[in-house]
């Protein structure tokens, strides 16, 4: 097949992210990826871009049919099943979007990380999609994304710690991320 050249990608990755095309623009980000080279900062945010704004809208469809489902269950609903495989649906799809990203980060991204500002920032990634997956998952599932989030939060930490400095805004935006994993994934304050 014919490949794009770099430019043309960032072009089209553009041109989908003005027309709010996020699944066009995480297929575009995908093949810059496969391109194989390491990216730069601006590259690294349509990465970023593209695969926050598609969860985006399932995230917020999974937040809504779960205070329907809670309200309609206090009811004693006869649309409870309906109710439960809609949001069944949801899930599988945020597990997917998740799933794909952390392949991207796990198959090519970190691997290829040369600076501690780059491994800190797949690392981060990595650990807030297994946190936005621990969000929507029970059971087995949960507490094997919530043990991947940790030990990739954990892991950036170390690196941020060595590498960057205090106030350098993805060390910060780390920090941040990490303390809501403690607060709302695994419910420890401190």
Known sequence: KNQMSKDDII??????????RWK??????????????????EEKKML???FKNYL???????????AIEQKEESKGSKYMEVLRNFKGRVEGEIEQICNELIELLDSNLIPKATTPEAQTYYLKMKADYNRYLAEVLTGEKNKKVCEKAHEAYKKATEIAEKGLAT???IRLGLALNYSVFFYEILNSPD
């Not at 072009?11 to 709010?20: C, L, M, P, R």
């Not at 985006?56 to 809504?64: F, H």
């Open 56 to 66: 985006y809208a399932r995230r917020s469809s999974w937040r809504a049919i779960t």
């Open 167 to 169: 106030t350098h805004p």
């Open 48 to 50: 970023a871009v593209s």
């Open 24 to 41: 066009d623009m995480v297929k575009y980000s995908k093949d810059l990826v496969h391109l194989g080279q390491e990216l730069n900062n």
């Open 11 to 20: 072009y089209f990755s553009g041109v989908a992210e003005h027309t709010e």
